[in-house]
């Protein structure tokens, strides 16, 4: 049966691998965009996760076109990688502010329906990073950390709901947020990832898929890695 799909961060890159994967098995699937037009034939609605109002007229909208939201894909996220010496303030809390607060304002605004429906899915886009660390990517890495406390505690809370709420911790992905770095830096990847590539957008995508399918219906609070073998034990 179709169900009603919101991805934060849908117009690009992973979000948009996501919608067009769940969209392909039927569901009806609604992006979240700051700029630009929505993807072709998927519905988008202007959001910036940094706002609590923006996001709330978002769920508005997508509640309107398509019903309440069951799958709720939190996965907009920003780098502004540095080494901690030279980090100010506003890359760190910027970071954390759209990554993990953005996670937090998406969740909790999604969680009112699917509590009314006893029935959800919430599904937050980690990294390998959040596990690993990542000399100059502090900020980013403790966001992504921090996504995994914030996701096992709901999983603890809304479990009695019929709730779950997993993690998707991807190592590099073939993005404009890995097409930033030079070709030295994606040799040396490269060389220390057991799979010895970076994955494509959809690689993470089927996973969210079976996260947010029946098949998944007995699995929350779980970090589950498509890396490659990059963190391997953590
Ligand atoms: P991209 O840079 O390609 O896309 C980022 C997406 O997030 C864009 O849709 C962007 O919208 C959106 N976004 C950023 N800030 C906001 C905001 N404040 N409000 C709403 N939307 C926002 O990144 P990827 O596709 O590579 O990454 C997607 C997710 O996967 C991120 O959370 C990232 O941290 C994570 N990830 C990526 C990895 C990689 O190797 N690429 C590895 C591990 C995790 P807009 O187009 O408007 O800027």
Redesign the pocket.
């Known amino acids: 049966m179709s169900r009603s799909v919101l991805v ?9 691998a996501i919608a067009r994967e769940l969209a392909a098995g039927g569901d009806a699937v609604a992006v ?5 037009e929505p993807p072709e034939g998927l519905f988008g609605v202007k ?4 706002s609590m109002e ?1 996001v709330d007229a978002a769920f508005a909208k997508v509640e309107a076109e398509q019903g309440p939201v069951e799958v709720v894909v939190a ?5 502004k990688d540095t080494l901690l010496a030279i980090m100010s303030e506003e890359s760190f809390t910027s970071v954390l502010d ?2 993990l607060t ?1 996670a937090f304002r998406v969740a909790k605004r999604g969680v009112k329906g699917m509590m009314r429906k006893r029935k959800g899915r919430i599904i937050l ?5 959040g596990l690993l660390g990542s000399a100059g990517q502090a900020n ?1 890495a403790a966001s ?1 950390a921090g996504m995994v406390g914030f996701a096992r505690s709901l999983a603890r809370e809304l479990g009695s709901r019929n709730i779950t709420v997993n993690v998707v ?10 097409a930033a770095l030079s070709e030295d830096q994606q040799k040396t990847i490269k060389s220390v990832i057991p799979l010895g590539r ?2 494509e ?1 959809v690689e ?1 995508a089927k996973t969210v898929r079976f996260l947010a399918s029946d098949d998944a219906a007995y699995i929350t609070g779980a970090v589950i890695p498509v890396d490659g073998g990059l963190g391997m034990g953590h």
């Open positions: 934060t961060g849908g117009n690009r890159g992973i979000g948009l979240t965009h700051r700029s630009g959001c910036d996760v940094t923006d996965n907009a996220g920003i780098t759209t990554n953005g886009v980690s990294s390998v990073v980013y992504k911790a991807p190592g590099f992905v073939d993005t404009d947020m890995t970076v994955a957008p993470i």
